[in-house]
DNA sequence: TGGGGTTAT
DNA sequence: ATAACCC
């Protein structure tokens, strides 16, 4: 962990408003009182060039040596050995290898341990407190004031004296590109610029929601709860190649599934939905991605838990409709990347307490003659009576 | 610009 | 289904 803030947010205590030049990020130190209600103690934990972290620790004799995490083409990010020497994070291949010669290169397209790594960091920090959201991979959000308002009684049971607790308030959002843009056009470009606009005409330009809530950020205010982000809501796998034949997305679409059919399995909820996604070759449209997605069939998720033969037939059948629903294959196509996500999880055990169906658990192992469903009786609890 | 994620509409 | 946001 390279960093760790304690800030009080939330809290509208003190003078607000300095900033740092070239943008909208400012910190401001401020005091706030011991025992105050509206204030919050909420830890951001920031790993710094994470996934080049876990590699290291993969292999020591990469510690020292200016190293690089590619994706295709690029640098995605970098340690610090290799960012004295003028590598940035999203950096060409070709740039990074000019800038730094000597810079290791390892392949970081299989997120498979970075993830790994990633959740181990959200279970251990919710060791403090079950209250922690997750934002990326590498973030997360800590809300400790529980624990630290019990540590204040603590003390001031113990030695009684005048406690406070200070902090800062940080930049905690950076205002998007889309509504940057927007905001330019209204002739706004720092964060004082935005605390001193009018309220009305942003609501009208921006919408009453994203109006309000970004004028609160200009001035450090920021009451959005700390969400736990528990577990994942989807699970998805891409991969950007080129692509102009329906045999080529084919084998592609199963390479992906084949991924994403172990993580489900590891996960041990089924996925209840599947989406496919496409960007087509096109010279410019920075953002363009299409999709279509169905339920999966509902024989299929049954068969998800163990066997993943199976179900890979069924499932790259229902994925290659959604392709040709999307692509004309009797017509010349060019994609760039193809993407399979599994969402709208659901635990095994939907049914509720107190009915039949929440004692009885489908079967997997047992054959039943009839070819018809069979079911165990799942272990009880003594309260459940 | 990769290979992921989330929420709102 | 898409659009916007985050890393």
């Known amino acids: 962990m390279e960093r760790a803030e304690a800030g009080a947010a939330g809290s509208s205590l003190g003078a607000l408003g300095s900033e740092e030049p070239g943008g909208l990020p400012w910190f401001h130190d401020q005091v706030v009182p011991a025992g105050s209600s509206s204030s919050r103690v909420i830890v951001h934990v920031d790993l710094d060039c994470f996934y080049a972290q876990v590699e290291m620790i993969s292999n020591p004799e990469l510690k020292g040596k200016p190293l690089g995490v590619q994706q295709k083409y690029l640098v995605v990010t970098c340690n610090y050995e290799a960012r004295k020497l003028g590598v940035k994070k999203l950096m060409n291949v070709r740039d990074a290898k000019e800038k730094c010669p000597q810079l290791v290169l390892v392949n970081g397209e299989d997120l498979t341990r970075y993830r790994e790594m990633s959740y181990k960091v959200t279970e251990l920090l919710e060791?403090?407190?079950?209250?922690?959201?997750?934002?990326?991979?590498?973030?997360?959000?800590?809300?400790?004031?529980?624990?630290?308002?019990?540590?204040l009684e603590q003390l001031q049971s113990d030695e009684p004296s005048a406690l406070t607790v200070s902090g800062h308030v940080y930049d905690n959002q950076r205002i998007g590109y889309k509504t940057t843009k927007r905001l330019e056009a209204l002739g706004i470009s720092s964060v004082r610029d935005l605390q001193t606009f009018s309220s009305k005409i942003l609501e009208k330009e921006l919408g009453i929601s994203v109006a309000q809530r970004i004028q609160k950020l200009s001035f450090g205010e920021d009451n959005s709860p700390v969400t736990p982000s528990g577990p994942p809501q989807s699970f998805s796998e891409e991969d950007s190649f080129k692509c102009s034949s329906e045999v080529e997305a084919k084998n592609k679409i199963e390479e992906l599934l084949a991924s994403l059919l172990n993580r489900v399995c590891q996960d041990g909820r089924k996925p209840h939905t599947i989406r496919l996604i496409i960007r087509r070759y096109s010279s410019e449209k920075h953002y363009n991605r299409e999709s279509r997605q169905c339920p999966i069939p509902s024989?299929?998720?049954?068969?998800?838990?163990?066997?993943?033969?199976?179900?890979?037939?069924?499932?790259?059948?229902?994925?290659?409709?959604?392709?040709?629903?999307?692509?004309?294959?009797?017509?010349?196509?060019?994609?760039t990347l193809l993407s399979v996500c599994f969402c709208n999880l659901k635990a095994l055990n939907t049914a509720k307490k107190g009915t039949i169906d929440y004692y009885l658990t489908p079967s997997l192992s047992t054959t039943s003659r009839s070819g018809k469903h069979s079911f165990k009786m799942k272990d009880t609890h003594m309260e459940d009576f």
């Open 299 to 335: 024989h299929i998720i049954q068969k998800l838990g163990i066997g993943n033969y199976d179900v890979m037939t069924p499932m790259v059948d229902v994925l290659m409709k959604l392709f040709r629903n999307m692509v004309n294959v009797k017509m010349p196509f060019h994609l």
């Open 127 to 151: 060791e403090f407190s079950p209250i922690v959201e997750r934002l990326g991979f590498d973030e997360n959000f800590v809300d400790l004031t529980e624990m630290v308002e019990k540590r």
